[in-house]
């Protein structure tokens, strides 16, 4: 029988907020029992950012898929995606 995975230890949460076309991420509020490795983000336009917070500049008013994968030091990952309204 395969081992239960640990992933679902860790619960990703992220804020964002946006002024004009600039957004600013965090994911300081996410539970990572085991102690974080990384952080991904993708912010759904081909670019990605890789620390807990993160500030990215969008060429315009759009709506788009934000996607925070956390990896903890024993290799888990857990992903988060929601929708953000760039103004």
Do not use: Q
């Not at 995975?5 to 600039?22: M, W």
């Not at 890789?50 to 857990?78: E, F, N, P, Q």
């Amino acid at each position: 029988s395969t081992p239960p995975s640990t992933s679902n230890t860790i619960s990703p949460s992220f804020e964002a907020g946006c002024l004009r076309h600039v957004c600013a991420f965090n994911a300081s509020k996410s539970v990572v029992p085991n102690g974080v490795s990384s952080y991904h983000w993708s912010f759904g336009d081909g670019h990605t950012g890789s620390t807990v917070a993160w500030t990215h500049t969008y060429a315009g008013a759009m709506k788009v898929s934000v996607t925070l994968t956390i990896v903890d030091k024993t290799s888990a990952s857990r992903s988060l995606t929601r929708t953000i309204a760039v103004p």
